[in-house]
């Protein structure tokens, strides 16, 4: 029998559009959807090998089915059968020659092409660190946005065209992930969904033994000693020879009973006492409850008052040329800091141009150490950044023009354009874009003065999420595709507004670009004495921001 040659390919350089690996994938979603290409290709590679082994395996099973009905007639009558030359020809034949064929077959390894693939592929693949920064980002944006765990675990989230789940297991990983970083908060609260996903029948290879064990142990470092030996109580029903649980169980009975001693000497002045803090805790609002209260859109309210010195106009740069015949819309978001809006000041090929010219680019983003000056990355800040001049593109250009032109400030002394894309979650906790007193280096490495003021411009809507705010003033500003925001950092003294202090929350869902663009020199400050502006971007953002010696 002579068995078909079988072809199996796989096209190997086809898989990255890029030719070099990243890193901190979880800190830029537009590095993130080249792995869905590079996923999707995978799956053709795998179902190649798929068909592959169906095609090997059709080939046998033909081969069997026609070896069962020969030997079936030849063993009724192995003498008769063997009487006729062809038949005695061709046993010797199958035997000598064809079966090896077959053997030759069933140990061909169909997976090389697929393998190769994997291997090559590999080298792109994200690590450890991505993994566990896209489980913290999921727990950042459970906090901020106040999520239950059933609603994310369910993807019950406002504005998703693409619902999707997470499993026991994935609820158990996460679970993990916290327990790893000693928090035992969120341990407790997933590893509880976990559990509640099992015990309402889903099918899962996680364990509820483990599951067990991880929640007890994370509920007792958060001090409720009855509900830890309640969990360990039903581990040992799961597992009564559990070793660690049987003597956690005995360790918790030695704690109640040391606590139930010390509580019969607890006075009632030590009640009021702990009502008292409690009161001071309720009342006592930090700055990153208001950050999150912001980020949700639970901000202060502004006075009808105050909201009727808000106006919208058309603006045409204090008498710009280019702007006095086609005025541009402006409208005010916030009195005290000035924040304005800017509508319509850039435009969905504009965008496009800036993302492409970004995207290879798109490096972890950095912050300037306020000691020393130097660049460096932060827990804080997750994003990727990347940096543009004018020369580069026509399309920088003019828009460095149009910035120009409408906030007053030259731009030949700037620095390039920052085009930052946020990753998983991804979020800039409260921050100055000014230089403080104590900081005298904090532009060093890029050479500048001070920061007079921010240009940010929104290059996507967002579906939730995603608002710049301001703690201090409690001022939130929502990303709306093609529009700019513009405030200034320095009173005309020079001084540092500190009501600037601001924040980029993280994106819920959608996926959010942005770009900044620094200036410096003393010709800056003739330009700010006559009225200048400064404006940053949020969605595909980008951002200026004018410097000053």
Same mark, same amino acid.
């Given at each position: 029998m002579a068995f078909n040659k079988m072809w199996y390919t796989v096209a190997l350089g086809l898989l990255l559009p890029f030719s070099y690996a990243h890193t901190d994938f979880f800190t830029s979603i537009g590095h993130m959807t080249d792995l869905i290409n590079t996923e999707k290709d995978l799956v053709v590679s795998l179902k190649?090998?798929?068909?592959?082994? +169906?095609?090997?395996? +059709?080939?046998?099973?033909? *081969?069997?089915?026609?070896?069962?009905?020969?030997?079936? !007639?030849? !063993?009724?009558?192995? +003498?008769?059968?063997?009487? /006729? #030359?062809?038949?005695?020809?061709?046993?010797?034949?199958?035997? %000598?020659?064809?079966? @090896?064929?077959?053997?030759?077959? $069933?140990?061909?390894?169909?997976?090389?092409?697929?393998?190769? %693939?994997? !291997?090559?592929?590999?080298?792109?693949?994200? =690590?450890?660190?991505?993994?566990?920064? &896209?489980?913290?980002?999921?727990?950042?944006?459970?906090?901020?946005? %106040?999520?239950? !765990?059933?609603?994310?675990?369910?993807? =019950?989230?406002? @504005?998703?065209? /693409?619902?999707?789940?997470?499993?026991?297991?994935?609820c158990f990983e996460l679970g993990k992930i916290a327990y790893t970083e000693a928090d035992y908060y969120h341990t407790e609260l997933w590893m509880e969904q976990a559990l509640k996903q099992l015990d309402e029948g889903e099918v899962s290879s996680a364990d509820k033994a483990y599951i067990l064990d991880y929640l007890s142990y994370a509920v007792y470092q958060q001090g409720d000693l009855g509900k830890a030996m309640m969990l360990t109580k039903r581990l040992l029903e799961l597992d009564p020879e559990h070793q660690r649980a049987n003597g956690n169980m005995k360790y918790f009975e030695y704690i109640m009973a040391k606590e139930k001693e010390a509580n019969k000497s607890s006075t009632d002045s030590e009640d009021q006492m702990e009502q008292e803090t409690e009161v001071k805790k309720k009342d006592y609002l930090p700055e990153r409850r208001k950050y999150e209260m912001l980020c949700r859109g639970e901000g202060l309210k502004m006075t009808p008052r105050r909201q009727k010195r808000l106006f919208c106009r058309y603006y045409d740069g204090n008498r710009n040329p280019r702007y006095i015949l086609g005025p541009v819309k402006q409208e005010d978001e916030w009195d005290k800091p000035r924040i304005v809006r800017f509508l319509d000041i850039i435009s969905d090929e504009e965008i496009e141009t800036v993302k492409e010219l970004a995207k290879p680019r798109l490096r972890r983003a950095t912050i300037s150490n306020p000691i020393t000056g130097a660049l460096e990355t932060a827990h804080y800040r997750i994003s990727k950044s990347a940096w543009l001049s004018g020369y580069e593109s026509p399309v920088v250009s003019r828009i460095n023009t149009r910035i120009q032109d409408l906030t007053g400030l030259d731009v030949s002394t700037a620095e390039e354009l920052q085009v930052a894309n946020y990753g998983v979650g991804g979020q800039y906790e409260p921050h100055f874009d000014f230089a403080r007193a104590n900081e005298p280096d904090a532009f060093k490495e890029l050479g500048t003065g001070n920061r007079i003021a921010t240009w940010l411009f929104y290059m996507s809507d967002v579906s939730a999420g995603g608002a710049t705010v301001f703690p201090e003033v409690g001022a939130s500003v *929502? #990303?709306?595709?093609?529009?700019?925001?513009? *405030?200034? =950092?320095?009173?005309?003294? @020079?001084?540092?507004?500190?009501?600037?202090?601001?924040?980029?929350?993280? $994106?819920?869902?959608?996926?959010?670009?942005?770009?900044? /663009?620094?200036?410096?020199?003393?010709?800056?400050?003739?330009?700010?004495?006559?009225? &200048?502006?400064? $404006?940053?971007?949020?969605?595909?953002?980008? &951002?200026?921001?004018?410097?000053? +010696?």
């Open positions: 190649d090998y798929i068909k592959a082994e +169906e095609s090997k395996l +059709e080939q046998i099973k033909k *081969w069997a089915e026609k070896l069962d009905q020969l030997t079936d !007639t030849a !063993t009724k009558d192995p +003498e008769g059968f063997l009487g /006729h #030359p062809v038949n005695a020809f061709k046993l010797m034949k199958r035997l %000598n020659t064809e079966w @090896g064929e077959l053997e030759s077959l $069933v140990l061909k390894d169909m997976s090389d092409g697929f393998i190769s %693939n994997m !291997t090559i592929q590999r080298q792109f693949f994200p =690590n450890d660190e991505d993994q566990t920064g &896209a489980a913290k980002a999921l727990l950042r944006l459970q906090d901020t946005y %106040n999520l239950d !765990t059933d609603t994310l675990s369910r993807g =019950n989230l406002p @504005g998703v065209k /693409h619902k999707s789940f997470l499993t026991a297991e994935d *929502w #990303p709306k595709k093609g529009t700019a925001v513009f *405030w200034y =950092n320095l009173f005309p003294s @020079g001084e540092g507004d500190y009501s600037t202090r601001h924040a980029a929350c993280p $994106v819920l869902v959608g996926n959010k670009w942005g770009k900044y /663009h620094s200036r410096c020199s003393h010709c800056q400050q003739t330009t700010w004495r006559s009225g &200048a502006l400064l $404006v940053g971007c949020l969605g595909f953002l980008f &951002a200026l921001h004018f410097m000053v +010696e």
